[in-house]
């Protein structure tokens, strides 16, 4: 004999959506299911339960030959709108290829009917039941999950951005303290004073000139401020020394562009601006130092760099020389181009000069 399982009165009712056009099945049915203690929507047909669809309904048990929407018809309308409730549908003895159409179509499971083994209906029920709180379970758990994900992903965003003006402030903070150092070491010698504040201007103006991006303006602006930096360890008074330098004072003083590199070395973000340090007074023709490169071995922004500071040192005063015009500097480039100095950006600096000129 079937026995009635009482409903746990400690967990909230399950919701059943009962679609039948039988209503003496469906008053059956309905009075089976709340002795079991669930809370049942009944309708006549499939239009009907379709638009009762929502998330709290647990089952849905569906008849198969229905007037208007069939429950063939109800399932393929719910796995267009996705829905993830287990449905069971009702078959009438001697309809098992139509149990099996429903498996196909995606059914959960199948109850004959009439019902006569309710212990059998009641397991069915409940296993269905069981599959819709583990699905509930699964998309609240990803919910969650996803949720949390995007909660720690918005936090390490927030922390990378703080990280990132850390960075940069540690940057700026330590390219300024050598830039200090530099300013200091100049405007010791009346001469040298100035000389990298000018030497950057022009290599702005030129970098501009030839049209390169604003990240290469950056890293040549850097790389002139710091160009000198390897003049900090050598003997002031060699190179402030009035006349020619002597053979050891000469390798002496040129090893400030290796000397510089290697002050800046530990800071990695000044990489680029290290080579251009290192390279500054190099030449196209490879008499240059300290590596000797040749032609295209020097970059295009160590190229500017070499032109500006050769022009400023050209026209600038010196306690060893007099200082040239800037036409006479400018020829003096020409005059070096494809040995020491690049033709195009030679002419290119020519060009903004001539402009200037005319414009005063």
């Known amino acids: ?80 709108k996705k829905s993830d409730i287990p449905v069971l549908f009702l078959t009438g003895a001697g309809s098992m290829e ?14 004959s009917k009439p019902i006569e083994d309710l212990d059998l209906f009641d397991v069915k029920i409940r296993r269905a039941i069981e599959k819709k709180m583990f699905l509930r379970r699964e998309k609240t758990y990803k919910e969650n999950l996803e949720n949390e994900v995007r909660k720690k992903t918005k936090e390490l965003a927030e922390k990378n ?54 990240e290469d303006i950056d890293v ?3 790389a002139c401020q710091l160009h000198d930096i390897g003049k900090l360890v050598i003997d002031v008074s060699c190179i402030q020394k ?18 510089g590199e290697n002050i800046i070395k530990p800071l990695n973000f000044l990489e680029r601006e290290g080579e251009i340090v290192r390279h500054h007074h190099e030449r196209l023709d490879g008499q ?8 295209d071995q020097i970059n295009l922004l160590t190229k500017i760099v070499t032109v500006a500071d050769s022009f400023d040192a050209m026209t600038s005063k010196r306690s060893y020389k007099i200082n040239m015009s800037k036409d006479e500097a400018v020829a003096e480039l020409r005059a070096h181009c494809n040995t020491q100095f690049d033709p195009l950006v030679v002419e290119s600096f020519a060009y903004i000069l001539s402009r200037s000129a005319a414009k005063s």
């Not at 059943?16 to 079991?36: G, N, Q, T, Y």
């Not at 240059?288 to 032609?295: C, S």
């Open 242 to 259: 009035p006349g020619p330098l002597s053979d050891e004072e000469w390798i002496l003083v040129k090893k400030h562009p290796e000397i």
């Open 288 to 295: 240059g130092y300290p590596d000797g490169l040749v032609g």
């Open 1 to 80: 004999m079937s026995s009635i399982r009482p409903h746990n009165s400690s967990l909230p009712p399950t919701k059943i959506l009962l679609a039948d056009d039988d209503s003496l099945v469906r008053d059956a049915v309905v009075k089976i299911l709340e002795l079991f203690g669930h809370q049942v929507i009944a309708v006549d047909d499939g239009r009907a339960a379709l638009n009762l669809v929502s998330d709290d309904i647990d089952t849905i048990i569906l008849d198969i030959n229905m007037p208007g929407m069939n429950g063939f018809e109800t399932i393929k309308a719910l796995n267009e």
């Open 161 to 214: 951005l703080l990280l990132e003006k850390y960075s940069h402030h540690l940057e700026v903070s330590s390219v300024n303290t050598i830039i200090t150092l530099n300013t200091a070491l100049e405007e010791k010698d009346q001469y040298t004073a100035g000389h990298t504040k000018r030497v950057t201007e022009y290599s702005k103006i030129i970098g501009m000139a030839m049209g390169l991006p604003r």
């Open 98 to 111: 139509f149990a099996v159409k429903a498996i196909n179509l995606g059914a959960y499971d199948f109850i």
């Open 220 to 222: 040549l602006t850097r």
